[in-house]
């Protein structure tokens, strides 16, 4: 199934100009990855239209005094940064339309898409838009989402990819909206 940049446009109204810079590499990567049924596209759009702002951020926002929660502790360690203060915590910022986060994730993210590990060294490729929308498949493709989408389980793909359930209201309005969209059933003939 593929979608529309006027389906991508209903679902996302604020990704504006965006909508078509990213519709063709979505359309791409959800194939790609099996994301491939209406049910699966819409749970995808929802989370991805959330951690992206509807398509407006490849890069996590955030200071350098924000961006250093990464660099060292325990959520440091807990996404594979070195322990030490070295900036880790900005090189290996949350990016693409998921928000791969950390060295650990940046590594097998970089395996997958490319079997080496050179998102290591450039990082910012995930900020193309290819490499944006196939990250976030791959993301998506790797924690099993597929399946909780085909049951519905919303707030279990919420939690697999962001830990909690921050931003549910507005995840829940994208998917609404995304489902509304692609969901619809078909007219009687």
């Not at 063709?24 to 929802?46: E, G, K, Q």
């Not at 502790?73 to 880790?88: F, H, I, K, S, V």
Request: proline residues 4%; aromatic residues 8%; neutral net charge.
């Amino acid at each position: 199934m593929l979608l529309t940049e006027q389906q991508l446009l209903k679902i996302f109204p604020n990704a504006r100009s965006q909508a078509g810079v990213f519709i063709s590499v979505l359309d791409s990567a959800m194939a790609h990855r099996n994301i491939n049924t209406p049910m699966r596209i819409a749970a995808f759009l929802a989370q991805v239209g959330h951690e992206s702002g509807q398509l407006q951020y490849v890069r996590e926002l955030g200071s350098d005094q924000y961006l250093n929660k990464y660099d060292t502790g325990a959520l440091a360690a807990r996404l594979g940064n070195t322990p030490e203060p070295d900036g880790d915590g900005q090189r290996y910022r949350g990016r693409g339309l998921i928000q791969i986060t950390g060295r650990h994730n940046y590594r097998e993210c970089s395996r997958g898409l490319f079997g080496d590990e050179r998102l290591l060294d450039v990082p910012e490729l995930l900020e193309q838009p290819r490499w944006a929308a196939e990250s976030a498949a791959w993301f998506w493709e790797q924690n099993g989402l597929n399946e909780l989408a085909d049951r519905d389980q919303f707030n279990s793909i919420t939690r697999r990819i962001n830990g909690g359930l921050n931003g549910l209201q507005d995840r829940l309005q994208l998917w609404a909206r995304a489902r509304a969209v692609l969901c619809q059933p078909s007219p009687a003939r």
